[in-house]
C-alpha cells in the first residue's frame, strides 16, 4: 500500500483534516486516481479502477470507505473487502490498522478465512466489524447461513481486489453469484474493482456492472497513472545455448552473478520441480552465503509465512518462487525480477514484473532466462508485447453450471427461497446474463433429488418444494455436507512430508509418494530426502547424503503458451529483419532452417517430413500451445492409422508436434482437415481422461461427490465408488444430465484447447505448407530431443541418450548428411 | 478372447466383462453385485444416478444368454445393504426374480448382505463346496484352503504400456485360490498391490485385467501402483 512520495509538499484539498495531516505525515501525496474513486463514492457510484502495481490500488479502494467511516460513525457491516488469497486480506488488514490507529478512528477491521478460528467467526456472524476481510469462499460460506440477511444489512460497498484474476474463473462465478445475493439482500450496495491492467477492460466493466440498475452508466471507469515503463533485458548467456529441456540450469552461475547485484530479487519459475531444481543449484554455488529462500504452493504453509515475512523484513537477498508468489503481498524491498524459463503469456510476465519495485516513479526492472532455444523467440516476442502494451485476452467465459448448483444449494441452506425469484437473481450475475429458465431449472433439479429422468428418487429429495411454492431443505444434515463440500478449486490429493521425529515440510501429491520405495531419496523444500514410508497420512523422511534424487513431479504447473504469444512468436519467425535483437546461435539456428527447409509462415502452417532411421517422422509449427497438440497428436494418429500409415506414437511440446510412423504421410491437407473434430473427436472426448477429471470436478463442484480429504481412500477397505463409473452409467443413460452437459462445456469450451485446435484448422486450411526433406530441420531438432526422454531411465541410457542428442544436432546443422552414425 | 486358467486342478474361464465360468460344472460366478448401490447412497442423502442396478442387469442377462448355465453362484455382497432388495423397483425386482427361477442359484452371503430374504428364490449359504472348489465371499486369512474363489476386495490394477498407464479391474490369484473383480456398475476397487490383497499371496501371484476386447495376464512385477485418480 505504498504511495509515492511525489511532491509531498502539495496540499490534498479533497481530503478531511486527520487524513490531510496523515498523509503528510507519510510524505505522501494522494494520487489522482484515489481522489477520483472518493469522488465516484460521493456520487454513490461503483468504480472499477485499473493501475498497475503500486500504484495505492488498495488505499485507493478503502480510502471511500474510511472517509465515510471517519465522518459518520455507526455498527455493523459496511465494506466488505474479497481477495483471492487469504495472505493478501491478512496483510491488508495490517496496513489498515495503522492508519486507522495513528488517525485515531474509531474503525473496526477484521479478516474472515478458514483460519480465523471458530469463536472469533460466531462472533462476526452477530456482531460484525465495521470492514471485513474475507475470501470468495468464506462469503459464501456467510451467505449459507440462515441469519445472513442480518449479517450483511446495511453493508454498503464491496470491493473486489485483483478483479482480473478473479473474473473469468469458476471463483469469479462463485463470487458474481454471491454479490448477486448480496445485491439483494442489502439494495444499492457500491461495488468496487481492482484491477491489473487488462487486455479487455470492458469485460471487467461488465463483470462488475452486471444486475445494476443501470449497468451503462452505473460504473466509474478510472485509471490510473501508467507510470514508468518495465526494464526488460533477456539474458545473453556466454554458456552454450540448449536446444531443449526447461530447467535452465546453463544460465544458473550468471543468474547467480545477478542475484550478487541486486539487493533482493524474486527468482519466477513455472513449474514446483523447476524451483526445487534451480533453488538447489543456486545453493551449490552460493559462496557468498546470500541468504536465498524457496516458496511453492506445496510447501507448509508455515514455511511460506516464514519466507514471505523474511522477505518484508528485508532478510533475504533472493526467493525462488512459482506462480505462488504471482499475487500476494507487496515488498518493497524487490528491485529485481528474474523469470526463469519462458513466459506463456504476456500478462503473466506483466504481472510478475510488477512485484518488483512498488514504486510508480522508478522502472521495475526485470531479466529473462530462456532454457532452451525456442524459448528464446517466446521471451523476445513476450518483451516486444509488454513494451507495446499489448496483452493475453481470453475470451468471456459462460458461468459453470455446476458453480450454479453449488449456489443453489446454498441458497436453500440459507433458508426457503422462491425459483422465480432466485432465477432472477442469478441472470443479474454476469457470467449468467444468458442463462436460460430451462437449464437453470435442470440445475434447480440436480439439486432437489439429482435431475434423473428416471424419477426412482422422489422420497429422498435434498429440497423439496413445499405447498407454499417455496423450496426448503429436507435435512439439516445437509447443510453440513454443504459447508465441507464448499468451494471451486478441486485438488490432486496430497500427503504431508514430514522429517522423522522433525517437523513438517509441506505437502507433495499421493500419486508421487506412490512412486517411491523405502530408500529412494527425492528433493523437497531445497533438501535431499530419503523416504521412509507412510504413516497415518504423513511421509517420513530423513535428510539424505547424496545420489540421484527424484524430484517430484508435480501435477499441474504447466501452462500453456497464450494464443497471443504465439501470434508473436509466428510473426517473428517469418521476418528474418526482426532477428538483429536475437542471440547469435539463435539466429544462426533461425538462418539454417531457411537454407534446408522454409519457415513457419505467419498465416498457414508448415509441416514437414522427413526419414529417420527407420521410421518417419511429420513435424507440424502449430505453436497452440502443448495441451492442444496432446490432443491433435491422438487425432493424427487416429487419422494417421485409417490411412494405412502405422502411425507409432507422437510428442508434443509448446510449439510443434511430432509424429513418426512406418511409412510417410503425403496428403497432409487431408491429415488436417477440420472434420477432424467431428465424429473423431467427440469419440476421442468421450472416451479421453480429459473429460472423466473434468466430470469428477464437475461432480465435486456440484455436489454429487464429496471432497475427498488426502489419503481418505486409504483408510477404507476400497474405495467406496468410482466417478468414471458413475460419468459412464450416467453418458449411457442420461446423455443430457446438466452434470454432463456442465462436463462438456469445461471441456469443450473452458479449457479453451479444443477451440484453440478448431480455430487453428479453419485458419490453416488451404494454406499448408507441405516441405519433404530428406533428413531432420534444423527447427525440427527441439521436439525430435523430446521423443524418448519420458521412456529413459537411468545414467547409461541417459549418456546415450546425450550422444544421440549430439548426433542429432550435428547431422541438422551440417550441410552433409552423416545417418549412418546416428543411433535410432 | 476369454483366458483359462486352473485353480486346483479346476478349467476356469474368465470373462472380459468380470465373470468366471466354469464349463465342466456349467456354473457362472459372479461377485460383488451391490444392486441397489445408487439408491442407497440417494437414502444417505448423495444422489448418485439411479442406473446402476439395471445396468447390472442388463449385464449378468447377457452374460446367462451367451453361456447358458445350470447353475449360477453370486459370491456375496449381491445387495449394497439391507434394505437394498426391499427398495428396488418393480422393473428391476421383476428381472431378478425372472434370472434366479431359471436357473440353479446360490447367494453367498457378505459382508454388506449378512441376510437375504429367502422371498427372493435361490439358495442362500455362507459357503458353498463344488468338487475341488470353495466358494465364499472374502478369502480366508493365512494359508489358502485349497481351490478357494471369492470377491469382496473389488481388485483393480494398473499397468504401463507404451507410457500410458492403463488401469482396471482384474482377477487375481495364484494356482491354489482367485479373487474375483466386482461386478456391480458403480463398484469402486482397490489396488491388488494393497497390502490387504497381496498378503494374502504369500509367494507371488497373477492379475488378468479386464479390457475391451478380452482379459490379459501380467505377472506381479509387471504393475504399477494406482495413481489415487484412477482409483477414485
Request: aromatic share 10%; proline share 9%.
Given at each position: 500500500m505504498a504511495t509515492a512520495?511525489?511532491?509531498?509538499?502539495?496540499?490534498?484539498?479533497?481530503?478531511p483534516e486527520p487524513f490531510q495531516d496523515w498523509f503528510a505525515a507519510q510524505g505522501w501525496a494522494v494520487y489522482r486516481h484515489q481522489l477520483s474513486m472518493v469522488e465516484a463514492a460521493q456520487a454513490g457510484q461503483s468504480a472499477l479502477l485499473i493501475a498497475p502495481t503500486g500504484a495505492g490500488k488498495t488505499l485507493a479502494g478503502f480510502l471511500p470507505s474510511l472517509l465515510t467511516l471517519a465522518e459518520q460513525p455507526r455498527t455493523g457491516l459496511h465494506t466488505l473487502y474479497i481477495s483471492p488469497l487469504k495472505a493478501l486480506a491478512v496483510d491488508i488488514e495490517r496496513n489498515l490498522e495503522r492508519p486507522i490507529r495513528e488517525m485515531g478512528l474509531k474503525i473496526e477491521v477484521e479478516t474472515r478465512t478458514g483460519d480465523t478460528p471458530q469463536a472469533k467467526r460466531q462472533r462476526q456472524r452477530h456482531k460484525p466489524p465495521h470492514m471485513l476481510l474475507t475470501t470468495p469462499e468464506s462469503l459464501a460460506l456467510l451467505l449459507s447461513y440462515h441469519d445472513a440477511a442480518e449479517i450483511f444489512q446495511g453493508l454498503q460497498c464491496i470491493v473486489v481486489d485483483e478483479l482480473h484474476a478473479l473474473a473469468n474463473s469458476k471463483r469469479g462465478d462463485l463470487l458474481a453469484l454471491a454479490m448477486a445475493r448480496l445485491d439483494a439482500l442489502s439494495p444499492g450496495l457500491r461495488r468496487v474493482g481492482l484491477s491489473a491492467t487488462?487486455?479487455?477492460?470492458d469485460y471487467l466493466l461488465r463483470w462488475l456492472a452486471s444486475?445494476?440498475?443501470a449497468p451503462d452508466t452505473s460504473v466509474r471507469k478510472v485509471r490510473g497513472d501508467s507510470g514508468a515503463k518495465p526494464e526488460i533485458e533477456i539474458l545473453d548467456t556466454a554458456a552454450h545455448l540448449p536446444?531443449?529441456?526447461?530447467?535452465?540450469v546453463h544460465a544458473l552461475a550468471e543468474v547467480y552473478e545477478r542475484l550478487k547485484q541486486a539487493q533482493t530479487t524474486l527468482v519466477f519459475v513455472n513449474t514446483r520441480a523447476q524451483a526445487e531444481i534451480v533453488f538447489q543449484d543456486l545453493w551449490r554455488r552460493n559462496e557468498d552465503g546470500l541468504e536465498i529462500g524457496l516458496h511453492h504452493g506445496s510447501l507448509a504453509v508455515e514455511q511460506r509465512r516464514k519466507v514471505e515475512a523474511a522477505m518484508a523484513r528485508g532478510a533475504l537477498r533472493a526467493v525462488v518462487a512459482t506462480?505462488?508468489?504471482?499475487?500476494g503481498v507487496d515488498w518493497a524491498a524487490v528491485d529485481q525480477v528474474i523469470q526463469i524459463g519462458?513466459?506463456?503469456g504476456a500478462s503473466r510476465l506483466l504481472q510478475r514484473l510488477g512485484r518488483?519495485?512498488?514504486?510508480?516513479?522508478e522502472p521495475s526492472r526485470a531479466l529473462l532466462v530462456p532454457a532452451n532455444r525456442f524459448e528464446v523467440l517466446e521471451c523476445q516476442a513476450a518483451l516486444e508485447a509488454v513494451r507495446a502494451g499489448s496483452l493475453d485476452g481470453d475470451p468471456p467465459r459462460q458461468g459453470g453450471l455446476d458453480v450454479l448448483c453449488q449456489h443453489i444449494l446454498g441458497t436453500a441452506c440459507a433458508g426457503p427461497f422462491d425459483a422465480d425469484a432466485l432465477y432472477d437473481e442469478v441472470c443479474k450475475a454476469a457470467p449468467y446474463t444468458g442463462l436460460s429458465r430451462e437449464l437453470f431449472d435442470k440445475a434447480l433439479g440436480f439439486v432437489c433429488?439429482?435431475?434423473?429422468?428416471?424419477?426412482?428418487?422422489d422420497r429422498f429429495r435434498r429440497v423439496a418444494q413445499a405447498a407454499d411454492g417455496l423450496y426448503r431443505m429436507t435435512n439439516p444434515r445437509q447443510i453440513q455436507r454443504y459447508r465441507m463440500n464448499l468451494g471451486v478449486i478441486v485438488e490432486a490429493p496430497t500427503l504431508k512430508v514430514r522429517l522423522k521425529g522433525g517437523r513438517s515440510l509441506g505437502e507433495v501429491e499421493e500419486y508421487f509418494v506412490q512412486g517411491l520405495r523405502p530408500g529412494d531419496t527425492f528433493i523437497f523444500g531445497g533438501e535431499l530426502l530419503v523416504f521412509l514410508g507412510i504413516r497415518e497420512l504423513t511421509v517420513e523422511a530423513v535428510r539424505g547424503k547424496g545420489g540421484e534424487p527424484k524430484v517430484p513431479a508435480y501435477v499441474g504447473g504447466k501452462l500453456p503458451l497464450t494464443t497471443h504469444l504465439a501470434d508473436r512468436v509466428r510473426a517473428m519467425l517469418e521476418?528474418?529483419?526482426?532477428?538483429?535483437?536475437?542471440?547469435p546461435p539463435v539466429q544462426e539456428w533461425l538462418a539454417q532452417q531457411r537454407r534446408r527447409s522454409v519457415m513457419p509462415p505467419e498465416e498457414g502452417l508448415l509441416v514437414e517430413t522427413f526419414p529417420r532411421g527407420e521410421r518417419e517422422y511429420l513435424v507440424a509449427?502449430?505453436?497452440?500451445?502443448r495441451n492442444a497438440h496432446q490432443t491433435l497428436g491422438m487425432l493424427l494418429t487416429k487419422r494417421m492409422e485409417r490411412a494405412g500409415l502405422s502411425p507409432l506414437g507422437f510428442v508434443a511440446t509448446d510449439y510443434v508436434i511430432a509424429v513418426w510412423s512406418l511409412k510417410p504421410a503425403r496428403d497432409v491437407d487431408a491429415l488436417f482437415?477440420?472434420?477432424?473434430?467431428g465424429d473423431d473427436l467427440e469419440e476421442w472426448m468421450a472416451e479421453s481422461s480429459l473429460l472423466r477429471r473434468t466430470f469428477r470436478n464437475v461432480a465435486v463442484i456440484a455436489g454429487l461427490i464429496e471432497r475427498r480429504m488426502?489419503?481418505?481412500?486409504?483408510?477404507?477397505?476400497?474405495?467406496?465408488?468410482?466417478a468414471d463409473l458413475i460419468y459412464d452409467v450416467l453418458r449411457k443413460?442420461?446423455?443430457?444430465h446438466v452434470l454432463l452437459q456442465a462436463t462438456r462445456a469445461d471441456a469443450g469450451?473452458?479449457?479453451t484447447d479444443i477451440r484453440r485446435l478448431a480455430q487453428m484448422l479453419a485458419r490453416v486450411k488451404g494454406r499448408i505448407r507441405h516441405c519433404r526433406l530428406d533428413r531432420v530441420s534444423p527447427l525440427a531438432v527441439p521436439v525430435l530431443l523430446e521423443v524418448g526422454k519420458e521412456q529413459v531411465y537411468g545414467q547409461a541410457l541417459d549418456e546415450l541418450l546425450d550422444e544421440g542428442a549430439q548426433a542429432l544436432i550435428e547431422e541438422a546443422m551440417s550441410d552433409e548428411t552423416v545417418q549412418g552414425l546416428l543411433p535410432i | 478372447m476369454s483366458q483359462f486358467c486352473y485353480i486346483n486342478g479346476a478349467e476356469l474361464v474368465m470373462d472380459r466383462r468380470g465373470a468366471l465360468y466354469w464349463p465342466d460344472r456349467k456354473m457362472l460366478v459372479v461377485a460383488d453385485?451391490?444392486?441397489g448401490k445408487g439408491a442407497a447412497f440417494a437414502a444417505a442423502g448423495q444422489l448418485l444416478p439411479p442406473y446402476d442396478t439395471a445396468a447390472t442387469l442388463s449385464l449378468l442377462e447377457t452374460l446367462i444368454a451367451a453361456y447358458r448355465p445350470c447353475q449360477v453362484v453370486a459370491l456375496g455382497d449381491?445387495?449394497?445393504?439391507?434394505e437394498s432388495a426391499a427398495r428396488l423397483d418393480s422393473d428391476s425386482d421383476a428381472r431378478l426374480r425372472k434370472m434366479v427361477e431359471a436357473v440353479d442359484w446360490t447367494w453367498i452371503l457378505g459382508n454388506h448382505d449378512p441376510a437375504i430374504e429367502a422371498g427372493l428364490g435361490g439358495a442362500v449359504t455362507e459357503e458353498l463346496v463344488v468338487g475341488p472348489l470353495l466358494f465364499r465371499h472374502e478369502a480366508s486369512l493365512g494359508a489358502a484352503q485349497a481351490g478357494e474363489i471369492s470377491g469382496h476386495f473389488h481388485p483393480k490394477a494398473c499397468v504401463r504400456v507404451r507410457q500410458r498407464r492403463l488401469t482396471q479391474r482384474c482377477f487375481v490369484g495364484d494356482p491354489m485360490r482367485l479373487v474375483l473383480p466386482a461386478f456391480g456398475a458403480f463398484t469402486g476397487g482397490l489396488d491388488v498391490l494393497d497390502e490387504a490383497i497381496s498378503s494374502l499371496f504369500p509367494k507371488d501371484f497373477r492379475v488378468w485385467l479386464l479390457g475391451r476386447q478380452g482379459v490379459y495376464p501380467f505377472p506381479s512385477r509387471a504393475l504399477q501402483p494406482i495413481a489415487p485418480y484412477y482409483a477414485l
Open positions: 512520495t511525489a511532491s509531498p509538499s502539495q496540499p490534498i484539498p479533497a481530503l487488462v487486455h479487455d477492460e444486475g445494476l440498475d536446444w531443449s529441456g526447461h530447467m535452465a506462480s505462488s508468489l504471482d499475487l519462458a513466459p506463456k518488483a519495485n512498488h514504486r510508480l516513479d433429488d439429482g435431475g434423473y429422468a428416471l424419477k426412482s428418487y521476418t528474418p529483419a526482426d532477428w538483429g535483437d536475437l542471440p509449427y502449430c505453436f497452440e500451445g482437415d477440420e472434420d477432424m473434430l488426502p489419503g481418505q481412500e486409504k483408510t477404507g477397505k476400497q474405495v467406496t465408488f468410482s443413460h442420461e446423455p443430457d469450451g473452458g479449457l | 453385485l451391490h444392486f449381491s445387495f449394497h445393504d439391507e
